[in-house]
């Protein structure tokens, strides 16, 4: 048994870590916004201009002037600020967050990303995944093993076009957790999902990895 969407970021979670400043991609990574462990003191930042984003609204009490990055109505806290999107490009690109949790579409063994589109399909703008992977500490991605057609994602070489090179640091699946080892050796398995075996993981991923479970 595979890892649900909510399993994948309480995974996540435990990546945060207190006093971090911390952006959240689109997708199964906007749920680690009501994961934060209770105690902990993370500041979720939004590249469309908001600082100290809170959870997600209750039913009924939405305001459509709160969005993230994926246009999800969210909350704001007392400390929240907001600003401009190139104050906000400039935390990014001045290495002033410490972690980015993002989806991805395809992901390389030397830790490439690809997650910005897919050629020929209509996208509504880059958003701003490049900025991040560029200038953010820590990048963990969150995406499923598979494609929709049993295609591995995690892959010798992404065929999509590149977010970024080697930028990866860890890899969550719905499988299991993976390392992209920073010295460039490629990628470590160090966690398998609950029910998954190493032969299940190994035979669906295309990556070459070595294995080192916790």
Not at 67 to 80: C, E, M, R, S, V
């Amino acid at each position: 048994m595979a890892w649900t969407r909510d399993d994948m970021a309480a995974r996540a979670a435990k990546e945060l870590r207190d006093g971090f400043y911390v952006n959240l991609g689109i997708g199964i990574p906007t749920l680690v916004a009501n994961m934060i462990p209770e105690g902990m003191t993370v500041t979720l930042q939004s590249e469309n201009g908001m600082l100290g984003m809170g959870p997600f609204p209750y039913e009924g009490e939405e305001d459509a002037d709160l969005i993230n990055a994926g246009k999800q109505t969210i909350t704001d806290l007392p400390h929240t600020s907001y600003f401009s999107s190139a104050d906000s490009f400039g935390m990014i690109r001045g290495g002033h967050i410490n972690l980015s949790i993002l989806g991805g579409m395809e992901v390389a063994e030397n830790g490439d990303l690809a997650n910005w589109m897919v050629p020929g399909k209509m996208i509504k703008g880059m958003g701003g995944a490049m900025d991040l992977v560029a200038g953010v500490k820590r990048v963990v991605v969150v995406m499923d093993h598979c494609d929709k057609a049993g295609n591995s994602k995690f892959k010798k070489e992404c065929s999509l076009p590149l977010t970024g090179k080697g930028v990866v640091d860890l890899l969550i699946t719905d499988l299991g957790v993976f390392e992209i080892n920073p010295d460039g050796s490629g990628a470590t398995l160090t966690e398998l999902a609950t029910g998954v075996t190493l032969d299940e993981i190994t035979a669906k991923t295309e990556a070459t990895f070595s294995v080192a479970l916790r």
